[in-house]
């Protein structure tokens, strides 16, 4: 197979995209029914030198996502790519959508964000985005010869919500790397005092994490004398200004300001750090995909609590404890519950959750998405198209 790998998204990878694809370019590059591979990304992203380039890939870049691409006018420099290169299948790790000739386009729906209703704190302009993002994936995932949905609530949401036709769709988790002999370095916003006595929560600072429900458990904590401190990760985007202001002012008058730490965009060793060091780790997310930070903190140890809502048990299973998504009273009952337990207790919930972070492999995910390719790809020889 002549693989081609387009990642048309408007600029630049998130955290998690950029993780998704340095697990899998190797992997697919080296799976034993790729011939030749090709990644095609926006210029400015040198993914050539994230790893060893295999001997069957080859990069190229193209133009960013624009409204030209949403009209659906053909990116020239993109299709000269994949003209130059001839591929047997596209595959769009994004939920993007390209024509080229009758070859077949396999996509994915990693950004379950855009369907959930809008939150308070989203602002127009987030709105708008939103509405954007939801009409091109759906657009995609229809055009698509097929769609790899990254847990079992995007397959459902795909089949039984938007009517999607099941035997166009396949579940395929992400990975986890287990780095047990990655050691981790505290990041220097963390007050010393704090040592391991602190919750920690992570994701960008916007609506949809729910970051509201840490907050309002803290003060719940403080009513019932308990000091307790929040070190919070990730950054606010220049449009969550305002939010972020807002959780901030929230703080203040509940005299919380001193309980939390804003520890902002870690690396991976910080971030390591924080999972192994944490009294909890809490996640408050209203929406997930794929949760990439729930099975980083399983794969630490970290005992978790977590939302209700899916697709968080979905990954969690009984490796966390879950509270009422929305309420903090219920948060901060679930973070008492779980500080009473002895250490033999905690210990027993930090190897399960270890165990089940290992079921979690990216080689499994590189194995499955080259069976659904594969797949495909003979479909669309055995029908003469896409």
């Not at 089949?159 to 002999?181: D, I």
């Amino acid at each position: 197979m002549r693989l081609a790998i387009v990642n048309l998204t408007g600029g630049g990878f998130s955290g998690g995209y950029k993780k998704y694809l340095k697990n899998m370019l190797p992997r697919l590059a080296e799976h034993h029914d790729v011939d030749a591979l090709l990644c095609v990304s926006p210029e400015g992203n040198d993914v050539s030198a994230w790893f060893a380039k295999p001997p069957n890939a080859d990069y190229c870049a193209c133009n960013p996502l624009t409204l030209r691409h949403i009209a659906h006018i053909p990116d020239k420099r993109l299709f000269e790519c994949l003209k130059r290169f001839s591929p047997d299948v596209i595959f769009m790790p994004v939920e993007r959508y390209i024509k080229f000739n009758s070859v077949p386009v396999v996509n994915m729906l990693r950004n379950m964000e855009p369907f959930m209703p809008n939150m308070k704190g989203d602002s127009l302009q987030e709105t708008f985005r939103k509405l954007i993002q939801r009409k091109l994936a759906c657009h995609s995932v229809k055009r698509a010869g097929h769609t790899i949905a990254v847990s079992n609530f995007v397959r459902d949401y795909l089949t039984a919500t938007l009517h999607f036709p099941e035997n166009k769709v396949s579940q395929v988790y992400h990975g986890v790397n287990q780095q047990a002999s990655v050691s981790g370095k505290r990041p220097p916003a963390i007050p010393n005092e704090w040592g391991g006595e602190f919750l920690f929560t992570c994701g960008s600072v916007r609506p949809a994490r729910g970051l509201e429900d840490a907050l309002e458990a803290l003060n719940e904590l403080k009513a019932r004398n308990l000091d307790m401190h929040l070190v919070i990760a990730g950054g606010a985007a220049p449009g969550m200004r305002k939010y972020r202001e807002g959780l901030g002012r929230f703080l203040a008058s509940r005299g919380l300001t001193d309980r939390i730490c804003w520890a902002g965009n870690l690396n991976d060793e910080e971030m390591r750090w924080c999972y192994e060091r944490c009294r909890l780790f809490i996640m408050t997310s209203r929406i997930e995909a794929c949760p990439n930070i729930a099975l980083e903190a399983m794969s630490c140890g970290a005992v978790s609590i977590a939302a209700d809502n899916p697709p968080l048990p979905e990954f969690f299973s009984d490796c966390a404890a879950y509270y009422e998504a929305g309420n903090g009273r219920s948060l901060a009952e679930a973070i008492v519950n779980r500080i009473a337990l002895d250490r033999r207790e905690i210990s027993s919930l930090s190897e399960r959750a270890q165990k089940r972070s290992a079921m979690f492999s990216w080689d499994l995910t590189a194995d499955k998405t080259m069976n659904v390719l594969m797949q495909i790809l003979m479909r669309s020889k055995t029908q003469g198209r896409p």
